[in-house]
């Protein structure tokens, strides 16, 4: 059996955990507030575990055999001494996180574990401390190779909250994502509208012109987008239902910070190394920095 840890049980970790119970696993959840059992809703069907093994300090942790790290990007210095005491040289770690610099984040903090991006897909939300709720499967994606297919092997196949599965074309999944990630945070939290800010035409433009922007610096880094991405990223947004609530902009409302670096600052690094100019969302990254808790209160 292996040892499992994941670190950032929110919605994301809450779902890896509960697919991880069902396929027979009991891994320990690094938590600052213990919570007693872990529950899921996915349409009428509810699961719930009792007797969760928690970590309720890093002083609690040790290393386990494959660590998922589902935190905010944002949130990963602060989990820095989980990411210590969870991980050795044998650990595989995988960083459940938005952006394109999964690895290069988190390396840093693992005492040379092998670090793998976990792309994940996934319609949850948070009701409450171990309470998610999913309103479809979800889909992770992680690499190919030995590490990637022992980590998938974890999980069941028929498990109906969370699809596990090695991708050769991987990159191709997390530079599309990122094309979902510029839009899906920024458009609704400077406006501060729902779901339904995504019907004005003039906003589905400047959606394109973000997008446009990730397209080009992921073709600089050897990544060719379909030639339709925008188009099939903006639609999801315009048939979602128009009350549906980005966490990003649920994390505004609530004065938490936000995650701008990861999502913008990577599009503006990476362009910028490669003399590519990408001003929407340089424009994005600054607006949303001058409205972050975290910026505005240093």
């Not at 309720?56 to 210095?77: G, M, N």
């Not at 976990?118 to 590490?147: M, V």
Request: proline share 7%; net charge positive.
């Amino acid at each position: 059996m292996n040892r499992i840890g994941i670190i950032g049980v929110g919605a994301i970790g809450g779902t890896l955990a509960i697919s991880l119970h069902r396929a027979g696993h009991r891994p320990h959840l690094a938590v600052r507030r213990p919570f007693g059992h872990l529950v899921g809703r996915l349409g009428d069907v509810e699961v719930s575990f009792d007797a969760l093994a928690l970590w309720r300090s890093p002083a609690q942790a040790s290393p386990v055999d494959v660590l998922f790290v589902a935190t905010k990007a944002h949130q990963t210095v602060s989990a820095s001494a989980w990411l210590s005491a969870a991980s050795s040289p044998d650990t595989v770690v995988v960083v459940v996180q938005n952006g394109v610099e999964q690895e290069t984040r988190v390396q840093r903090f693992v005492d040379g574990a092998l670090v793998l991006p976990g792309i994940i897909d996934i319609p949850a939300g948070r009701r409450g401390p171990g309470e998610i709720d999913l309103r479809r499967r979800g889909r992770l994606s992680l690499p190919t190779g030995a590490a990637g297919e022992r980590v998938a092997a974890l999980f069941s196949a028929d498990d109906p909250w969370l699809s596990v599965v090695t991708d050769a074309q991987l990159e191709t999944v997390r530079w599309r994502k990122l094309c979902v990630n510029v839009i899906s945070g920024a458009v609704p939290t400077l406006t501060d509208r729902p779901a339904a800010v995504f019907r004005d035409p003039a906003v589905r433009d400047l959606c394109r012109q973000l997008i446009a922007e990730v397209v080009l610096v992921a073709a600089a880094e050897g990544i060719n987008l379909p030639s339709d991405v925008a188009e099939t990223v903006i639609a999801g947004f315009v048939a979602a239902p128009p009350h549906t609530l980005n966490s990003m902009l649920r994390d505004r409302r609530a004065g938490r910070p936000l995650e701008s670096d990861a999502r913008h600052g990577a599009v503006v690094r990476i362009g910028r190394r490669h003399g590519l100019p990408t001003p929407y969302n340089h424009f994005a990254q600054v607006m949303l920095e001058a409205i972050n808790p975290e910026t505005t209160s240093s």
